[in-house]
């Protein structure tokens, strides 16, 4: 079994470096302690060993595909679906009112990246359950809950969020999927939605689709969206179900992830599909966001499992390819030697490197957002707006870093393998194809970017910031304690205090009303926001490797620890310095891209 993550350093970042135990001081997490989280995380590598990796590869040379007015996908989703359900993580999430386990987002995160290293085609069939359920269970009536949640969190049915129409792309203000109230209550749906991700196939005996659409006569624009809950098939009272006029007409062929299928689907083709207004008129798009978040977070685990999976392929690849030698101390090779191992040579140990620093660090990020979450969950006032705040800034980055940076990390990857990475003899080749399509998911990273920037960033005047900014002081107040960590601290403190004279520059724009001109470069502005915000994370894990070096409490032996400084260093050496470019950039008063003030004909 070839290695695809590693759970030493999940674990690692789990109980040491973001302390996941403190939450069971609290009420709702206290039935978990630390041998109960390592017995699911051990019970999760297990059936992804068993169910997931073994058709990685199967499910993209065979993938999802449109028959006979239905979607056909692996025959391993079967499996997966119902070890996923038998651990009860369809659900996990859940209070125990509802059916759950009141598991912390920390583990179930924890485990989905498990999961997704093994084989990133399987779990968003589950999570879309998972999200689509417990969007109900927060907004839905109870007759909504009580008559499509429960198998639900079974596995028997399948969830979708249908935003997407062929006209409006992400623009949701134009959305024209229509609703008409019905005597009974309900709303006849008419529409088209397309890029439907798992919206059909053979192992769901239901799909329960959450659909955005407009309620005859509503305001245009976004404030006249209203979220519906639209079964594929009809529950009838005696347990049967029927059809509800939801056609499948189609599904996308893609570049990657083609075990997952993309679905297009056509609502009330012929004037029978019947949909149930969730919650209040008008209000489906803040409903919808809560979904939209947690597919983020999502995503930027997809692309992190992606990543650490092509980044223990390289390794293993370039602890096993002879090649070349080293250069000797006169400048020249000996051909009379030996090759060397690649692994060996200067500039493969960087490209490894940058790999293990993005995916390590994008694993501490996402666990960073899934605590957040959890304590926003469990404290009250003060305490959780603050964990909420820090969520919110952080959601839009988790899903950008990693899946921006995962390309970078996977293409270096394809690069250590030389012309065998771009075969399909070795799988850098599948996970190149697979991770793309991260950075357009849930909002490409143009929309995540202008969300940061533009929303983020002045949540609440500036509190949201402020608050990230109290938690990485705190961070590098404890790693000041070690004197081998404060030149990075200086570094880093530098770089935030560049981060501020940007927003300086920027700021005057946005007061003006110059938002074009405010948001021109929100792009740069994210790649600099996250560039800092992982160098948090590495000061986070090399402080506390420090701690278990110097204090002789080690869960794992020093090389272990002593790699997580050593890849810290290494980022500060080789990415750090970027923002003072993008610093320079954002501020340059040249405007090039704005149509009226650029002179330029494409």
């Known amino acids: 079994m070839a290695k695809y993550m590693s759970m030493e350093t999940l674990k690692f970042l789990l109980h040491e470096v973001h302390n996941i135990s403190e939450l069971f001081d609290h009420e709702y997490f206290q039935d978990y302690d630390k041998e109960a989280v390592d017995i699911l995380l051990d019970s999760a590598k297990d059936l992804s060993d068993k169910a997931f990796y073994p058709s990685f590869r199967e499910m993209d040379m065979d993938p999802a595909r449109y028959e006979d007015g239905s979607i056909v996908v692996h025959p391993s989703l079967e499996g997966m679906i119902k070890g996923y359900a038998d651990l009860g993580l369809i659900s996990g999430v859940f209070s125990y009112e509802n059916g759950g386990m009141q598991l912390p987002a920390s583990l179930l995160s924890s485990c989905n990246y498990i999961f997704e290293s093994a084989n990133n085609s399987g779990v968003g069939y589950m999570g879309l359950a998972t999200g689509t359920a417990n969007l109900i269970l927060t907004f839905g009536s109870q007759e909504l809950k009580d008559r499509f949640v429960p198998k639900m969190t079974t596995g028997e049915w399948m969830g979708s969020m249908c935003l997407t129409e062929p006209q409006a792309g992400s623009s949701l203000s134009d959305i024209v999927t229509s609703a008409t109230p019905q005597e009974n209550g309900s709303y006849k749906i008419k529409g088209q939605k397309i890029f439907i991700s798992g919206g059909d196939h053979q192992f769901g005996k239901n799909f329960i689709h959450l659909v955005l659409a407009r309620i005859d006569g509503a305001p245009a624009g976004t404030k006249g969206i209203s979220l519906f809950v639209v079964p594929k098939l009809m529950p009838q009272e005696d347990g049967s179900l029927s059809p509800n006029d939801v056609i499948t007409a189609g599904d996308f062929q893609k570049m990657g992830q083609r075990g997952y299928c993309t679905s297009h689907l056509v609502f009330g083709e012929n004037d029978q599909c019947e949909g149930y207004l969730v919650g209040e008129a008008n209000k489906g798009l803040k409903y919808m966001f809560q979904m939209m978040n947690e597919a983020r977070i999502e995503v930027g685990i997809t692309a992190t499992s992606i990543a650490s999976a092509a980044y223990y392929a390289s390794l293993q690849y370039a602890k096993e390819r002879p090649q070349g030698r080293r250069i000797q101390s006169t400048g020249k090779k000996d051909v009379n030697q030996e090759q060397t191992l690649i692994i060996n040579h200067p500039d493969v140990r960087r490209m490894l490197l940058l790999q293990k620093s993005v995916v390590e660090a994008s694993l501490s990020l996402i666990l960073e957002c899934s605590k957040a979450a959890d304590l926003h969950r469990v404290t009250e006032g003060e305490e959780a707006e603050k964990n909420h705040m820090l969520l919110e800034f952080l959601t839009p980055i ?67 910031l402020q608050v990230l900014m109290g938690e990485m002081q705190e961070t590098l107040k404890e790693a000041s304690t070690f004197d081998d960590l404060k030149p990075y601290i200086k570094q880093f403190s530098d770089k935030l205090a560049l981060t501020e004279k940007v927003l300086g520059h920027l700021m005057p724009h946005a007061m003006k009303g110059e938002y074009e001109r405010y948001l021109m470069d929100a792009s740069l502005f994210m790649e600099l926001t996250s560039t800092i915000i992982i160098g948090w994370q590495w000061i986070k894990m090399a402080t506390k490797a420090k701690e278990a070096l110097v204090s002789g409490q080690t869960t794992f032996d020093e090389e272990f620890y002593e790699s997580k400084i050593h890849t810290m260093k290494f980022y500060f050496k080789y990415e750090i310095p970027k923002v003072t470019g993008l610093a320079e950039s954002i501020m340059n008063d040249e405007v090039l891209t704005i149509l009226e003030e650029a002179k330029v004909t494409f």
């Open 398 to 464: 988790v899903k950008t870093y990693p899946s921006e940076m995962g390309i970078t990390s996977v293409s270096n990857g394809l690069q250590i393998l030389g012309g065998y990475g771009f075969t399909s003899d070795f799988p850098l080749q599948q996970y190149y194809r697979d991770i793309r399509i991260c950075a357009l998911y849930e909002g490409t990273t143009g929309i995540q970017s202008m969300d940061l920037l533009g929303r983020k960033v002045t949540l609440k005047n500036g509190q949201a």
